[in-house]
């Protein structure tokens, strides 16, 4: 069976309200997509993210005419040598050949990997907090509010962005809010050293509904999150940006996490982004996976997620919750899906069983101008 055509979907969104994290706001939201198409007709979706000229550009000039010709069934060799040249790019190529491959088997994307141990899946609502508003805290607060009321019992908010005292008058007032009921995780971004990490100390030893503190430092800075893990009662969480199994080692080995965050679009393969995870619970490390941008890439973290094996025996509370974008965007919708009562049931049917919304496609459709 060999690549016969391959479509790329770039799209783009204008923000009307900009919003963001401690690397500051985002006016815009992006998604790129693809669909390969064998020579007998079985059609397969994956997704990356990044500039979209430089995406485009390279699918373009040189994946696509790698690519097409060469057998399905070869998926490891060629998102290996992908990953050489953009290993964003071999992601989507991933997930397009997974899906083609558990096509041809007529089975869904779970079964082709094995099977699930579970129907659903947790999530928890991810906000960016930040925004160009000088009410910035009570917008933030509202947008809460309303993750609440549509069911989330699990939200993650941004810190790091403007100075600690802020920030903590911030977080005491979703504090209030949540009324101890609702979980909360708090994600610096990598913005502070130890120092400042340290000044949450205090408050973060007294929420009974604290989840993890994720990212409080560069995650490069191992010998450092042991020492902070050693003085927080905290749970710390990290590693989004990596992109290899190999690059958790040196967290694993030394214990510097209690939860990692791997990124489907960010470990090169879906094959890679799944071995992070088995190699996690080796070691005894939990997984709440960053699926923040990409509507395909967070079902293949869900898929994922159901094919991982609990990390105890403690019933529903033995698989962690995976990040679900609460914010505006609209690719979030691309794929028919959404949660209930901060859960996913795993969608049915062969490859991922959903489809791909085709308007929302064309609608959206990056004219090709550059943006900033």
């Not at 391959?6 to 969104?13: A, G, K, N, S, V």
């Not at 600690?164 to 005491?172: L, V």
């Not at 560069?218 to 992109?243: D, H």
């Not at 969608?347 to 943006?371: K, V």
Request: include cysteine; aromatic fraction near 12%; proline fraction near 5%.
């Amino acid at each position: 069976m060999l690549i016969r055509k391959i479509e790329t979907f770039p799209l783009f969104y204008h923000l009307p309200k900009p919003y963001g994290d401690a690397n500051g706001l985002k006016t815009y939201r992006t998604c790129y997509l693809i669909r390969i198409t064998t020579d007998l007709g079985v059609e397969g979706w994956g997704e990356c993210v990044d500039w979209l000229p430089t995406l485009h550009k390279g699918f373009q000039e040189r994946i696509i005419p790698y690519l097409i010709g060469k057998s399905v069934t070869d998926r490891i060799t060629l998102v290996r040598t992908l990953k050489k040249w953009h290993s964003r790019s071999s992601a989507a190529v991933s997930m397009a050949l997974t899906e083609i491959m558990a096509k041809t088997c007529n089975v869904s994307v779970c079964d082709f990997w094995g099977g699930k141990f579970r129907e659903s899946v947790p999530v928890y609502a991810s906000f960016q907090s930040y925004s160009d508003e000088a009410n910035w805290q009570k917008h933030s607060l509202k947008a809460i509010e309303q993750a609440i009321h549509q069911g989330f019992d699990k939200i993650k908010v941004k810190i790091g962005g403007k100075s600690i005292h802020e920030d903590q008058q911030h977080i005491k007032m979703v504090q209030t809010l949540l009324q101890e009921k609702i979980g909360l995780a708090l994600d610096a971004n990598q913005s502070y050293d130890i120092i400042a990490a340290l000044r949450w100390q205090s408050m973060l030893d007294t929420w009974p509904n604290f989840l993890w503190f994720e990212e409080p430092l560069e995650i490069s800075r191992i010998t450092e999150y042991v020492w902070l893990r050693s003085r927080l009662s905290a749970p710390l969480a990290g590693g989004e940006n990596l992109e290899k199994a190999a690059d958790f080692m040196p967290i694993f080995l030394q214990y510097a996490l209690d939860f990692i965050t791997p990124d489907t679009l960010h470990v090169a393969g879906i094959d890679g982004y799944r071995e992070t995870l088995s190699l996690a619970r080796s070691f005894g490390t939990r997984v709440t996976p960053h699926s923040y941008d990409g509507a395909l890439s967070r079902l293949y973290a869900i898929f994922a997620h159901a094919c991982l094996e609990p990390w105890g025996k403690m019933g529903e509370d033995s698989i962690e919750p995976l990040e679900w974008d609460v914010m505006d965007n609209p690719f979030t919708k691309l794929i028919g899906i959404q949660p209930s009562n901060s859960e996913i049931s795993i969608p049915s049917g062969t490859g991922i069983g959903l489809e791909i919304d085709s308007e929302m496609l064309a609608f959206y459709q990056w004219d090709g101008n550059s943006y900033g």
